[in-house]
C-alpha cells in the first residue's frame, strides 16, 4: 500500500512544496536502488514521469523537482513552485507485483 | 520517440468483454529491455496496475490479483502492437484505461493518451 499526504496542497508561486510517499513494504532492492517513481498528471492529460528509482529526475524535468528517500519512507520536492507545476502528483512503487500506485496529491495555487 | 497509440470501443455492455489495442512505435514489443502494461484510472479506484507483458528470452504475463481470471493480454509482435482483454465487465470497471512503457528507467516512461470505457447497457 502507498500512502501519500497531504491530499491536498495549495502553494504560492516560488514557494517549496513537499509530498510525502510512505510504502508498507520496502521499495529498496538489492542492487541499491529505491523502485519509488514520481508522476505528475495535469488536467485532461496522461501521468507523465517526473523522477525514476527515488531520486534520478527524467529527461526534460526542470531542476526545481527533487526526489529523495530509501526504504519505505520519500518524499518529492519542488524548491520554487512555479503556476505550471499544478495538478495531481502520484507515487509508485515498481518493485512489488502487482505495482501500486500513491491516491494522489493535488497541488493547487493559492 | 517513442508513441504509445490506443484504440478501442468507449462502450461496453456489462457482463460483456472489454478491448483495446495499444500500437507502438519507436520501441519493439519484443524488446528486452522494456515491459508493456495496461492501467485504468476512476474516481473511486484511482490508478490501478491491471497487469503486463514483457519478453526475456520468453513471453511473460504478470496481472494485478485485482483483475486476475478475468483479464488476458494479448500480443502481435508483425504489427508490434499488444491488446487488453477484459471479461465479463461490470459498471466498476468504467474507467479511462492507458497502456504504458517501462524502459530501462524500470518507471512508466512513455504513455498513451487513454480511453475512456465506459460499462453501460
Known amino acids: 500500500v502507498m500512502t501519500q499526504s497531504p491530499l491536498f496542497l495549495p502553494v504560492t508561486p516560488g514557494e517549496p512544496a513537499s509530498i510525502s510517499c510512505r510504502s508498507s513494504?520496502?521499495?529498496?532492492?538489492?542492487?541499491?536502488?529505491?523502485?519509488l517513481d514520481w508522476y505528475l498528471q495535469k488536467p485532461g492529460q496522461s501521468p507523465h514521469l517526473l523522477i525514476y528509482l527515488g531520486s534520478n529526475r527524467a529527461s526534460g524535468v526542470p531542476d526545481r523537482f527533487s526526489g529523495s528517500g530509501s526504504g519505505t519512507d520519500f518524499t518529492l520536492k519542488i524548491s520554487r513552485v512555479e503556476a505550471e507545476d499544478v495538478g495531481v502528483y502520484y507515487c509508485?512503487?515498481?518493485?512489488?507485483?502487482?505495482?501500486?500506485f500513491g491516491g494522489g496529491t493535488k497541488v493547487e495555487i493559492k | 520517440q517513442v508513441q504509445m497509440q490506443q484504440s478501442g470501443p468507449g462502450l461496453v455492455k456489462p457482463s460483456q468483454t472489454l478491448s483495446l489495442t495499444c500500437a507502438i512505435s519507436?520501441?519493439?514489443?519484443?524488446?528486452?529491455?522494456?515491459?508493456w502494461s495496461w492501467i485504468r484510472q476512476s474516481p473511486s479506484r484511482g490508478l490501478e496496475w491491471l497487469g503486463r507483458?514483457?519478453?526475456?528470452?520468453?513471453?511473460?504475463?504478470d496481472f494485478a490479483p485485482s483483475v486476475k481470471g478475468r483479464i488476458n493480454i494479448n500480443r502481435d509482435t508483425a504489427k508490434n502492437h499488444f491488446s487488453l482483454q477484459l471479461n465479463s465487465v461490470t459498471p466498476e470497471d468504467t474507467a479511462v484505461y492507458y497502456c504504458?512503457?517501462?524502459?530501462?528507467?524500470?518507471?512508466?516512461?512513455?504513455w498513451g493518451r487513454g480511453t475512456l470505457v465506459t460499462v453501460s447497457s
Open positions: 519507436g520501441d519493439s514489443l519484443s524488446s528486452s529491455n522494456a515491459s
Open positions: 507483458t514483457f519478453y526475456r528470452a520468453k513471453w511473460y504475463n
Open positions: 513494504q520496502s521499495l529498496l532492492y538489492t542492487n541499491g536502488h529505491n523502485y
Open positions: 509508485m512503487q515498481g518493485l512489488h507485483s502487482p505495482l501500486t
Open positions: 504504458a512503457r517501462q524502459g530501462v528507467l524500470a518507471a512508466f516512461d512513455f
